[in-house]
């Protein structure tokens, strides 16, 4: 099966989650592919900041970023062709992302790594995805 694995927002912690689910979906035979979620809010927070920079009359919005960066999902979807999406840490993913999948008809599954911390949170976001 192709595999798309989604990469947590940030390079701590969970990251070892991801790279564990990377590394045993493969050995059990799986096409798999990252998409480094973090390394792309990285770039957009820094595209935006450079174009807030030097552009006085735009402003950065609190999710400008996140939706930028989970958009950025569907390329890589496009160029995979993955028969399956597996989200790690999915609070971290903005919505849009989850809109998306489910508009084209992209499977996916999302491990929540945030329990016990942030259970009622986890269960509001899978609700409304």
Same mark, same amino acid.
């Given at each position: 099966?192709?595999i798309?694995?989604c990469y ?9 989650v991801?790279?564990?689910?990377y590394? =045993?979906?493969g +050995?059990?035979?799986?096409?798999? #592919?990252? @998409?480094?979620?973090?390394?792309? %809010?990285?770039?957009y ?8 920079r030097?552009?006085p ?11 930028? =960066?989970?958009? +950025?999902?569907?390329?890589?979807? #496009?160029? @995979?062709?993955?028969?399956?999406? %597996?989200v ?8 849009r ?6 508009k ?14 942030a259970d ?10």
């Amino acid at each position: 099966m192709r595999i798309l694995v989604c990469y947590p927002g940030h390079a701590v912690s969970t990251i070892d989650v991801a790279n564990g689910y990377y590394s =045993a979906l493969g +050995a059990l035979g799986h096409d798999v #592919a990252r @998409f480094n979620y973090h390394t792309r %809010l990285a770039f957009y927070d820094e595209a935006l900041s450079a174009w807030e920079r030097k552009n006085p009359n735009f402003e950065k919005t609190g999710d400008a970023v996140k939706v930028l =960066a989970s958009e +950025a999902i569907l390329t890589e979807i #496009a160029d @995979f062709a993955p028969q399956f999406v %597996l989200v790690i840490s999915g609070l971290g993913l903005h919505l849009r992302a989850y809109e998306l999948m489910h508009k084209i008809g992209m499977p996916y599954g999302v491990i929540l790594t945030e329990s016990p911390y942030a259970d009622d949170v986890q269960q509001a976001m899978i609700a409304s995805v």
